[in-house]
């Protein structure tokens, strides 16, 4: 009887050794893997280079032309503006000016040389990202184009540590073309006027107290949702989420399944769809744009800018989209980007998101309180993530609250994983239960609070949540539903926290 | 420096008045102080803006290169640019020149551009564009006939092609609508209608003013018409004959027997003409034989090198009684001269 406290403490101990054993050699098994990655073609090393979609939208000629322009020779003249200007901001990225040759010719080949040389020393960038033009000069023989055009231009200049120079502005230029062997090349590019984009001042945004859900189906999350979608499964977890009187559901919208291809327009009636179902529940949806974005080079911000005009029109239309996340926690980018260049790039999405659809409330959804505070001038509603420790939940919210100049706070993520390798370590459904109660009952003062998330998924997606077997085990738990589909505890209590929240008053 | 918060502030409130210390231009931003020909650029940047020099390079651009004559215009472009390389200013004057043609006119961003009406003569066109003290190249334009206005039609008699020669069909001296020569090198294409209801077709082109093509007259003897197509019109037809080729003397035969395989092998040949040919290789031969027992026994072959060789499964060349030869030259009995071939074989 008297060994038995002994007994208990090493079997503790052993469980903390070997538990501390497995995480180091997840670790090194991870590193190991990230070092030593190999690739059968140079090309596999690369980041995917997809055909951008056009970035140019064409008005009627200001007087007739000597030769028409057919949609082809849109089409084709688009391409290859869009590819221009798309090699001219990689050339300023990368400093290798080789490539401008494919793109420009004439005058402004030595001018995108030199700019782009010069852009690469200094720092500074220049992104066209959207043009709309006139056509004002075709050659009879189709061998010379010019247009004059309005063009969405960003400029910028960064440090390492901040943002030195920005400039969103619409700039008109005259832009000419000579169709030569290897297609549309610009031979002369010049700019008269240039206004600045400035966003109109916004109205303070009034928000319902938001208690939601961040959601994907239990079989086919993340990169699957769009593909996989199912409207008799949806249904049954809108239904399943309204049952836990929640009134908001936060999902993803990644670029990848919203591209200019046939794919991305079947998902965009899906999501057409998805918001309509939300509806007829009275769910409020917040959509969190340019989810897994892969990268932020600037070459590809203009394709960052086509992917807003397709999906922002179909977010507007719909009365249960009540705020637009515009990216989800792009602090932890900071680490591989750099602060300023995601600074830079989240400014420009606010300034075109507020031009392409005005109405649509933004917020960005902060990895954690710390990063809350930026970009607050900018935002209609200041939201973060907290799985921090629970005890500082109440003052990470206050403190949030004074930084967010009125506006309304949202906490888009909490979670709690109830993953148990041995004797209720590091969870138990019954400990998440009770911590979300906890961190739920600190977060009263919130304007929303949203749990993370409504199923368990047996298999993560390594991209989204990385490939430590520790991390994906905890990560296969954080469902208020386990995989068969039974409610764990923590429903309950979230159910019961969400109608103490939503109760009127 | 600017902190990405205040930065963002200062964007809501008041974008236009922060301070920047490069410019803004065409091709991006760059520090005032280090411009170098970027100073010269024309156009905005930063604050100002910087107007074009004058005229010091045209750049050309004539086109279509090939006009139908009466039907396509022309168009004569040229992009006029400073020292810079900026587009010269709205309103520039410039002269277009084509074929000694003179036309004034101005640039609107950079380009001068005069549209030609369509030629009728055919030949090339020469432009040039002068500006300032500045002269372009040379660009060329090539006015063409009206090929869909061509009637074709054969002129001269047509030829009485002899049997298995090359023979060459010739149309008039063809022009367009507005007396503009057929272009070299046009393709026509050439039929023979026979009398059996067959055709023959060759392809032609233009050479000269005439379009012609070839024919070899081989297995086509007798009467026929000739009618020339062109793009979509066709000549009335032209009758013509072509004479069967006549052969000179008989073909020899050769006899070998082949007893370890109880056949023999015969050669004919050579299958000679009155034109002083061979018949030409393929030409097809057969060969009939009439046995002592009433039945037949037969063979057909192809000419290579004037003559033919067949292999008969017959052990005894006695047995023949009579020989039938038929070949483009027409019919002959080869009886005697099998019987004469025969005595020569070694029993």
Not at chain 1, 9 to 27: D, Y
Request: glycine share 8%.
């Amino acid at each position: 009887m008297t060994l038995r406290p002994r007994h208990g403490l090493l079997a503790a101990g052993f469980v903390v050794l070997a538990a501390t054993l497995l995480w180091l050699v997840a670790g090194a098994f991870v590193a190991a893997k990230d070092r030593t990655r190999e690739y059968r073609y140079l090309s596999e090393a690369l980041d995917p280079l997809f055909e951008p979609a056009s970035t140019v939208s064409w008005l009627p000629p200001e007087r007739p032309l000597t030769r028409s322009l057919s949609p082809t020779d849109e089409a084709l003249i688009g391409r290859a503006l869009t590819q221009a200007w798309r090699a001219f901001t990689a050339a300023q990225d990368t400093g290798e000016t080789m490539l401008l040759a494919e793109h420009f010719s004439g005058t402004a080949y030595d001018r995108a040389r030199i700019a782009s040389a010069q852009a690469a020393a200094d720092g500074s960038r220049m992104v066209v990202l959207d043009q709309t033009a006139h056509p004002r000069f075709h050659h009879l023989d189709g061998s010379i184009f010019q247009l004059s055009a309005s063009a969405t231009t960003l400029r910028y200049r960064l440090s390492e540590e901040a943002i030195l120079q920005f400039q969103l502005s619409r700039d008109e230029v005259t832009t000419t073309l000579t169709n030569e062997t290897t297609g549309w090349r610009i031979f002369s590019h010049e700019r008269h006027a240039s206004t600045p984009v400035t966003p109109a001042k916004r109205e303070p945004l009034i928000l319902p107290r938001l208690m939601g859900i961040n959601y994907y189906p239990a079989q086919t999350p993340w990169s699957r949702f769009w593909p996989e979608f199912d409207p008799s499964v949806i249904a049954a977890d809108l239904d399943l989420v309204t049952s836990l009187n929640a009134n908001a559901l936060r999902i993803f919208l990644p670029p990848a399944d919203f591209a200019d291809d046939p794919a991305g327009a079947d998902n965009l009636r899906k999501l057409n769809d998805f918001l309509r179902m939300a509806e007829d529940r009275d769910l409020s949806v917040i959509p969190t744009l340019f989810d897994m974005k892969s990268t932020y080079r600037p070459a590809h911000w203009a394709e960052d800018v086509a992917y807003l005009r397709r999906v922002l029109p179909v977010l507007d239309a719909s009365p249960a989209v009540v705020l637009v996340d515009l990216k989800n926690e792009p602090d932890l980018d900071h680490g591989t980007a750099g602060k300023p260049l995601v600074d830079a790039w989240l400014i420009t999405m606010i300034q075109m998101t507020r031009d392409i659809a005005p109405a649509l409330p933004l917020t960005i959804g902060w990895a954690t309180a710390e990063a809350a505070p930026d970009h607050a001038p900018l935002l209609d509603a200041i939201s973060y993530h907290d799985y921090a420790p629970a005890e500082g939940t109440a003052d990470r919210l206050a403190r949030v609250r004074e930084g967010a100049r009125g506006k309304p706070v949202l906490v888009t993520e909490i979670g709690v994983s109830s993953y148990t390798l041995a004797l209720r370590f590091p969870g138990s459904p019954a400990s998440q239960a009770g911590e979300l109660a906890d961190r739920m009952t600190a977060l009263g003062p919130a304007d929303g609070v949203f749990i993370w998330t409504l199923h368990d998924f047996p298999a993560p997606e390594a991209r989204a949540v990385g490939g430590s077997p520790w991390v994906r085990n905890l990560q296969s738990r954080f469902g208020l539903y386990d995989a068969t589909g039974a409610a764990k505890p923590a429903a309950a209590a979230v159910a019961a926290a969400f109608a103490d929240a939503t109760r009127p008053d | 420096m600017i902190r990405c918060s205040d930065l963002a502030l200062a964007l809501l409130l008041a974008q236009p008045a922060m301070a920047e210390p490069f410019l803004a231009d065409a091709f991006g931003l760059y520090d005032p102080a280090d411009a170098g020909d970027r100073a010269l650029w024309s156009g905005l940047s930063g604050p100002r803006h910087t107007a074009p020099g004058a005229p010091a390079r045209i750049a050309i651009f004539a086109g279509p290169k090939s006009l139908v004559a009466g039907k396509d215009a022309g168009h004569v472009v040229a992009i006029i640019l400073d020292r810079a390389g900026n587009l010269v200013a709205d309103g520039t004057p410039a002269t277009i020149t084509v074929a000694g043609s003179r036309f004034s006119v101005r640039t609107e961003a950079g380009i001068a551009h005069k549209l030609l009406p369509p030629g009728t003569r055919a030949g090339d066109l020469y432009a040039g564009v002068t500006a300032g003290d500045q002269q372009s190249p040379k660009a060329m334009l090539s006015v063409v006939a009206d090929v869909g206005s061509i009637e074709p039609a054969f002129g001269t008699p047509l030829p009485t092609p002899q049997g298995e020669t090359v023979f060459e069909l010739t149309s008039a001296p063809l022009s367009d609508r507005f007396g503009n020569s057929v272009p070299k090198g046009v393709g026509a294409t050439l039929l023979l209608t026979h009398s059996d209801g067959s055709h023959s077709i060759a392809f032609g082109q233009a050479l000269g003013d005439t379009l012609q093509a070839q024919f070899i007259a081989r297995d086509i003897s007798g009467p026929a018409e000739a009618s020339l197509a062109l793009g979509s019109h066709v000549s009335a037809t032209v009758p013509l004959t072509i004479t069967a080729p006549r052969p000179v003397g008989r073909p020899a035969i050769r006899l070998e027997p082949l007893p370890d395989i109880a056949a023999l092998r015969v050669t004919l040949g050579p299958f000679q003409t009155t034109e002083g040919y061979a018949l030409t290789d393929g030409a097809p031969v057969s060969l009939t034989l009439r046995l002592q027992d009433g039945t037949s026994l037969g063979d057909m072959a192809f000419v290579q090198d004037g003559s033919v060789a067949l292999l008969l499964p017959l052990a005894d060349p006695t047995l023949v009684t009579g020989v039938q030869v038929k070949s483009p030259l027409g019919p002959v009995d080869l009886g005697d001269d099998w019987q004469a071939a025969t005595g020569k074989v070694a029993p």
